[in-house]
């Protein structure tokens, strides 16, 4: 299970992002993915999560997330975003996306390997 992330950059504190994560060879829509990220120093943490299709497409997101980033699906583009708005300097950090199983606190079992992830850098 291969999954690729994109759309991250450069951008001032209070800009938005929009980050893209695009399955090869699979079908999204059949997994659990979360987005995850690391900061310099840091350890990976979960930022936000979105189950199955099928299971209805419940969402999660870390306290520090809420009201400011939004995740979805867009199954004919066999993609999942997600729209980071509001942005903070405590944002930076590289962002990753993963398939795993689905869990309210986004801490499923991974079920795909990590791929090189996006940067983001929020300057104040």
């Known amino acids: 299970v291969q999954l690729v992330e994109s759309g991250g950059g450069l951008v001032q504190a209070g800009g938005s992002l929009r980050l893209s994560c695009v399955a090869s060879g699979f079908t999204l829509d059949a997994y659990a993915i979360g987005w995850f990220r690391q900061a310099p120093g840091k350890e990976r943490e979960g930022v936000s999560c979105?189950?199955?299709?099928?299971?209805?497409?419940?969402?999660a997101y870390a306290d520090s997330v809420k009201g400011r980033f939004t995740i979805s699906r867009d199954s004919a583009k066999n993609t999942v975003f997600l729209q980071m708005n509001s942005l903070k300097p405590d944002d930076t950090g590289v962002y990753y996306c993963?398939?795993?199983?689905?869990?309210?606190?986004?801490?499923?079992?991974?079920?795909?390997?990590w791929g090189q992830g996006t940067q983001v850098t929020v300057s104040s």
């Open positions: 993963a398939a795993q199983t689905w869990d309210y606190s986004c801490s499923g079992q991974l079920l795909s390997s």
């Open positions: 979105i189950s199955r299709s099928r299971s209805g497409g419940r969402t």
